[in-house]
């Protein structure tokens, strides 16, 4: 069974930093991509920021140049460094892989249970 587990995840002032991490675990054969999306109160789930295995990466354009995206694929975990941060950033992360358990499967999505994150003004 594959499990997600975010970390990171707190309250900051704005123009603040913080470093959300994500651990993949489980019967893992490989991980496609792996990414951030975000909830905030009354809104839809939106992508933050997409990495591939590869390493190329997708940005939201709200968070273009402040946040960045990676990935320790021996590990299997990704990162999000997020600075200069500002109270609309507000909402609860989750971390979201596209996984492939076996040789011969398919990829399958997977979600963490997601951690806040508050900014202040």
């Known amino acids: 069974q594959v499990q997600l587990v975010e970390s990171g995840g707190g309250l900051v002032q704005a123009g603040g930093s913080l470093r959300l991490s994500c651990v993949a675990s489980g019967i893992i054969f490989s991980i496609p991509a792996m990414g951030w999306y975000r909830q905030a109160p009354g809104k839809q789930r939106e992508l933050v920021a997409h990495?591939?295995?590869?390493?190329?990466?997708n940005y939201a354009d709200s968070v273009k140049g402040r946040f960045t995206i990676s990935r320790d694929n021996a590990k299997n975990t990704v990162y999000l460094q997020m600075n200069s941060l500002k109270p609309e950033d507000t909402a609860v992360y989750y971390c979201?892989?596209?996984?492939?358990?076996?040789?011969?499967?398919?990829?399958?999505?997977?979600w963490g249970q997601g951690t806040q994150v508050t900014v202040s003004s």
């Open positions: 990495i591939t295995s590869g390493g190329v990466t």
């Open positions: 979201n892989a596209e996984i492939i358990v076996g040789l011969t499967r398919p990829p399958k999505s997977y």
